[in-house]
């Protein structure tokens, strides 16, 4: 009945919530004048009447910072002697800087740059261009929409295989299974580490098969530390293991399981930012958003495998999926039924 008649109405009702704010978007930039000519003090004007841009006036080198460590979506240079190359008919080449591994953000920040200053341009003269755009990425490769992805559906993987740890305890609960190991030599905590293992190496395999997919036909290269991304996963399926062990102390049965599973995982799917960027959130939701361990599992995916620009500090995102981690077992150890 939950799958028939109420998943349908929550699925249309979250995804309703999640774009409701995308006539609100606003996008954080930083407009560095090095010109102060009156046709710059224009341009500067022009760019703080969008409405999508909240325009902030940096020095150039804390303004790229500021991008690096995820706190701006561009940085735009007007660079000295631009009103006198303007005022002769010379063209003067505005850099603007970007973070590349955010393709949907650029998609819509860069058309709009290009539409302010051809405008403006306009205004001017209709030829020579005057302004002509010099697009300078952050990252040292360029990044296509699959590696934006490619971490999303780790993190979504990672997810699905440690939640779903909790059906095969329940099955065999139910089945009285459980309760005959309990009478052998087997210790119970034997038992729990097996099953960690197991999905251990699963999520190791599942690792490896994703990213080579994305290497071989997408291109897609790891530019950060193997050896912390590896750590990355143990960690999230870790804990995620831990929140379907949670599951299977609060479900008595198979059937209880499932409709949690589903409220769990499928919030997480479609408000973590695994696969729609955070700025389409409206603002009532964003303490959900930054209550969910997906949410900073992928974060941290996005910055060690393609050097994303951040939404949170990378210790941050650790301490959050560490946080998860030690609570759900906590409430599980205390409250799981052998019987």
Same mark, same amino acid.
């Not at 969008?50 to 804390?62: A, G, K, L, T």
């Not at 971490?151 to 997810?159: D, E, F, N, R, W």
């Not at 190991?181 to 905590?189: E, M, N, V």
């Not at 960690?235 to 589903?262: D, H, N, R, W, Y």
């Given at each position: 009945?939950?799958?028939?008649?109420?998943?349908?109405?929550?699925?249309?009702?979250?995804?309703?919530?999640?774009?409701?704010?995308?006539?609100?978007?606003?996008?954080?930039?930083?407009?560095?004048?090095?010109?102060?000519?009156?046709?710059?003090?224009?341009?500067?004007?022009?760019?703080?009447?969008?409405?999508?841009?909240?325009?902030?006036?940096?020095?150039?080198?804390?303004?790229?910072?500021?991008?690096?460590?995820?706190?701006?979506?561009?940085?735009?240079?007007?660079?000295?002697?631009?009103?006198?190359?303007?005022?002769?008919?010379?063209?003067?080449?505005?850099?603007?800087?970007?973070?590349?591994?955010?393709?949907?953000?650029?998609?819509?920040?860069?058309?709009?740059?290009?539409?302010?200053?051809?405008?403006?341009?306009?205004?001017?003269?209709?030829?020579?261009?005057?302004?002509?755009?010099?697009?300078?990425?952050?990252?040292?490769?360029?990044?296509?929409?699959?590696?934006?992805?490619?971490?999303?559906?780790?993190?979504?993987?990672?997810?699905?295989?440690?939640?779903?740890?909790?059906?095969?305890?329940?099955?065999?609960?139910?089945?009285?299974?459980?309760?005959?190991?309990?009478?052998?030599?087997?210790?119970?905590?034997?038992?729990?580490?097996?099953?960690?293992?197991?999905? =251990?190496?699963?999520?190791?395999?599942?690792? +490896?098969?994703?990213? &080579? $997919?994305?290497?071989?036909? !997408?291109?897609? /290269?790891?530019?950060?530390?193997?050896?912390?991304?590896?750590?990355?996963?143990?960690?999230?399926?870790?804990?995620?293991?831990?929140?379907?062990?949670?599951?299977?102390?609060?479900?008595?049965?198979?059937?209880?399981?499932?409709?949690?599973?589903?409220?769990?995982?499928?919030?997480?799917?479609?408000?973590?930012?695994?696969?729609?960027?955070?700025?389409?959130?409206?603002?009532?939701?964003?303490?959900?958003?930054?209550?969910?361990?997906?949410?900073?599992?992928?974060?941290?995916?996005?910055?060690?495998?393609?050097?994303?620009?951040?939404?949170?500090?990378?210790?941050?995102? =650790?301490?959050?999926?560490?946080?998860?981690? +030690?609570?759900?077992? &906590? $409430?599980?150890?205390?409250? !799981?039924?052998? /019987?």
């Amino acid at each position: 009945m939950f799958f028939t008649l109420a998943f349908p109405v929550l699925f249309i009702i979250m995804f309703g919530l999640v774009f409701s704010g995308t006539d609100k978007i606003n996008y954080d930039v930083a407009l560095v004048n090095e010109d102060d000519s009156q046709i710059s003090q224009g341009i500067v004007q022009a760019f703080s009447q969008v409405s999508i841009f909240s325009v902030q006036d940096n020095p150039r080198d804390d303004s790229l910072q500021l991008l690096t460590d995820g706190k701006l979506k561009a940085v735009i240079i007007l660079p000295e002697g631009l009103g006198q190359a303007a005022l002769s008919g010379q063209t003067t080449e505005v850099q603007v800087y970007y973070d590349g591994s955010q393709t949907s953000v650029n998609q819509i920040i860069l058309p709009v740059v290009k539409e302010i200053l051809q405008s403006i341009n306009r205004e001017i003269t209709q030829t020579p261009v005057l302004f002509e755009i010099s697009e300078e990425t952050i990252q040292t490769k360029d990044m296509s929409m699959m590696s934006f992805f490619i971490p999303g559906v780790l993190a979504m993987s990672i997810m699905f295989l440690g939640i779903y740890s909790a059906m095969p305890l329940i099955q065999q609960r139910e089945k009285k299974i459980l309760k005959r190991l309990g009478a052998s030599p087997i210790s119970r905590s034997t038992i729990i580490f097996s099953q960690v293992v197991l999905r =251990l190496g699963l999520a190791v395999l599942q690792t +490896v098969i994703i990213i &080579v $997919i994305g290497q071989l036909m !997408f291109g897609v /290269e790891i530019l950060g530390n193997w050896w912390l991304l590896l750590g990355l996963v143990m960690l999230g399926t870790l804990s995620f293991i831990s929140l379907g062990f949670l599951v299977a102390s609060l479900a008595k049965t198979e059937e209880g399981a499932m409709p949690i599973v589903q409220l769990i995982q499928f919030p997480m799917m479609f408000l973590s930012g695994i696969f729609f960027p955070l700025e389409y959130m409206p603002d009532f939701m964003r303490p959900v958003v930054n209550a969910l361990p997906l949410t900073y599992l992928g974060d941290a995916f996005r910055q060690v495998m393609v050097d994303g620009a951040p939404v949170f500090p990378l210790g941050v995102d =650790l301490l959050v999926v560490t946080g998860w981690l +030690v609570v759900c077992m &906590v $409430i599980s150890v205390r409250f !799981f039924r052998w /019987e």
